[in-house]
C-alpha cells in the first residue's frame, strides 16, 4: 500500500529541547508592509509582515518504498495562522518528463501570502520512471492527502481545489474529474474536489500524439482504450459536478490556446460551471507568474466556499 509519511523538516543537530527546530521558510515574505502615518501628518511608521510560508514546507514520502524518488515531493505553504483558508493543491509542468514544485514554489508562496494553504505537490514524471496510469495516481494520492489533513492549517476544512500548470494541469484535472478511477494502492482513498484551476494545459491529448506516446508506452492507434482513460475529454459528462477555473495566455508557443477554449465549451456543454480566462499577450510560462494570475485564483478559490 503506498503510504503518505510525515517527515520532520529540520532536526537539531545539538538534540537540545525535543530534537526538532522550526519549519523553514523559503525567503522574504511576498506581502507588501503595512503603512500607518501619525494623525499630525508627519510620522509614518512601517511594520513588516509576518511569515507567510509557515507551517510549511513540510515533507513527505507518498511513493512505495522500493522506489527511490527524491523526498520533497508535498511542500505546504500558508498563513502564519491558522484561519478560515482556501486550499490548493498545486501540480508542476514539465511536458510529463520532467518538472518539481520548485517550478511552482513562487506562485504557492505568493498565494500563502494572500490567505490560501497550498500543498505544492509533485509526481513521478517519466524521467523517474512514471507513466500513465501511476502518474495520475501519484497526483489524486496528494489530492487525497491534502483533504486529510488540511485541518491542521485551515479552521473549515473542506475537499481543496486542485489545479497545476501545462502537464500538470492535465493530470489534475483527470484527478479531479474522475476521482474513483485513479486511486491506485493510495490509503487515502479517492480525491474528492471541489474546483479545478488549469494554466496552460495540454488537455485534448489526442492533438498531442506524437509528443507524449511516451506516457503511454504506445501510439494511440495501437493503444486507443489507454489513451482514451488519460483524455480527460473522456470524462466531461460523467465528470465530478465542480466548479473550473480555465487559464491560458494568448502568446503560447507551446500549447494552443484553442485547447483551453475546447475544453471550456465542452463542459459548459455538460452544464459545468466554467471560468475562462484568455490572457492577452501571455505566455506559456507567464501563466503561473503571481503577478498575472493571483487576483483571478484568489477569487476563485473564494468563490467555492
Known amino acids: 500500500m503506498r503510504k503518505l509519511i510525515p517527515l520532520l523538516v529540520l532536526v537539531s543537530a545539538c538534540g537540545g529541547g525535543n530534537g526538532a527546530a522550526p519549519p523553514p521558510t523559503t525567503g522574504p515574505p511576498p506581502t507588501p508592509v503595512t503603512t500607518t502615518a501619525s494623525t499630525q501628518g508627519t510620522t509614518t511608521t512601517t511594520t513588516p509582515p509576518p511569515a507567510t510560508t509557515a507551517p510549511g514546507p513540510v515533507r513527505l514520502d507518498h511513493f512505495l518504498a522500493e522506489e527511490s524518488y527524491g523526498p520533497d515531493l508535498v511542500e505546504v505553504y500558508g498563513p502564519p495562522e491558522v484561519g478560515p483558508w482556501p486550499v490548493l493543491v498545486l501540480f508542476h509542468g514539465g511536458g510529463w518528463v520532467t518538472g518539481s514544485p520548485s ?20 509526481y513521478r514524471t517519466m524521467s523517474e520512471g512514471g507513466a500513465f496510469p501511476q502518474m495520475v495516481e501519484d497526483v489524486a494520492c496528494a489530492i ?3 483533504g486529510s489533513t488540511a485541518g491542521t492549517y485551515t479552521t473549515t476544512p473542506r475537499p481543496p481545489a486542485t489545479g497545476g500548470h ?9 484527478a479531479a474529474m474522475a476521482p474513483e478511477a485513479f486511486v491506485g494502492d493510495c490509503e487515502y482513498g479517492p480525491a474528492a474536489v471541489e474546483g479545478f484551476i488549469g ?14 506516446a511516451p506516457l503511454f508506452g504506445a501510439s494511440l492507434e495501437d493503444a486507443p482504450e489507454r489513451w482514451a482513460a488519460g483524455n480527460p475529454f473522456t470524462y466531461v459528462d460523467t465528470s465530478a459536478d465542480i466548479d473550473y477555473l480555465i487559464i491560458h495566455g494568448t502568446e503560447d508557443e507551446l500549447v494552443p490556446v484553442a485547447l483551453s477554449e475546447q475544453l471550456s465549451t465542452a463542459l459548459e456543454g455538460a452544464g459545468r460551471r466554467v471560468s475562462l480566462e484568455i490572457i492577452e499577450g501571455e505566455t506559456h510560462g507567464g501563466v503561473i507568474e503571481p503577478v498575472v494570475v493571483n487576483d483571478v485564483v484568489v477569487a476563485f478559490l473564494e468563490s467555492l466556499r
Do not use: K
Request: hydrophobic residues 50%; glycine residues 8%; negative net charge.
Open 166 to 174: 501545462s502537464a500538470g494541469a492535465h493530470l489534475s484535472l483527470l
Open 144 to 146: 487525497a492527502y491534502a
Open 199 to 212: 494554466l496552460a494545459g495540454p488537455y485534448d491529448i489526442d492533438r498531442l500524439a506524437g509528443l507524449i
Open 103 to 122: 517550478d511552482t514554489a513562487s506562485l504557492a508562496n505568493e498565494l500563502a501570502a494572500r490567505g490560501v494553504v497550498v500543498y505544492n505537490a509533485s
